[in-house]
């Protein structure tokens, strides 16, 4: 049973340019979380998204930052116009379909380590 | 909006010695959630406390929420080299369920 798949597992970016990373849930789960965690510092979230619904983007920047989650296909978390500061390990999480689904265990993939030079 | 503080940041410990960290939340959570994450690797979910002055073990490992569900603790006896990492708390709280605010976390460090 696979787990949570994140892709590129490593992305290289100059400034200015578009990172996208992608991320499949786990086989039968609907909810998917993205986080962001600088060097030595926790995990802040960022957006949580059901199959064609954003839930909750409190922890998205307001500008360049922009996910979805189509009905086929992984989720996408897009970052246009990159910049240094966003050099950080970006995880994927989730968790099963069901009406008290948010306080379910998040599962977590392997995260994709964004450089930006 | 709602914080969750974590102490201590760093802790080294002899092989065998005991370690605790704590957490605290700025609210009430509804339940609280314990991950460890492998230096390189991704948090790995340890467990979920959820009823106010909940206790559960795994083995080694000794789960605390408190009774005003706003602290928890996770204590290890024993440790052993197997158990270094950074060891995460994670609540929720209110009606955001989904979202995890994660404390700053605790790295462990074991030496032989």
């Known amino acids: 049973n696979a787990g949570v798949m994140q892709n590129p597992r490593h992305l290289v970016r100059r400034r200015g340019q578009e990172a996208r990373l992608r991320c499949s849930p786990m086989k039968g789960h609907s909810h998917v979380y993205w986080y962001r965690q600088l060097p030595e510092e926790g995990l802040k979230f960022m957006v949580y998204l059901q199959k064609e619904n954003i839930i909750d983007e409190s922890g998205m920047p307001k500008e360049r930052f922009s996910a979805e989650f189509p009905k086929e296909g992984p989720s996408i978390l897009r970052i246009q116009q990159v910049v240094r500061g966003d050099s950080a390990a970006y995880f994927c999480?989730?968790?099963?379909?069901?009406?008290?689904?948010?306080?379910?265990?998040?599962?977590f993939g392997p995260g994709t380590r964004l450089t930006v030079l | 909006g709602q914080q969750v503080m974590q102490i201590p940041q760093y802790q080294h410990v002899q092989e065998g010695e005991d370690f605790t960290t704590y957490c605290n939340s700025s609210?009430?959570?509804?339940?609280i959630q314990w991950y460890k994450q492998r230096p390189g690797g991704h948090p790995v979910f340890l467990i979920q406390l959820v009823k106010s002055g909940e206790v559960k073990k795994q083995k080694r490992l000794t789960f605390q929420f408190g009774e005003a569900k706003k602290n928890s603790s996770l204590h290890i006896t024993a440790t052993q080299t197997t158990d270094v990492g950074t060891y995460f708390c994670a609540g929720q709280g209110g009606t955001s369920y989904g979202k995890l605010t994660f404390g700053q976390g605790t790295i462990l460090t074991v030496h032989p």
């Open positions: 999480a989730s968790s099963p379909p069901g009406l008290l689904a948010g306080i379910y265990e998040q599962f």
């Open positions: 609210t009430t959570l509804s339940n």
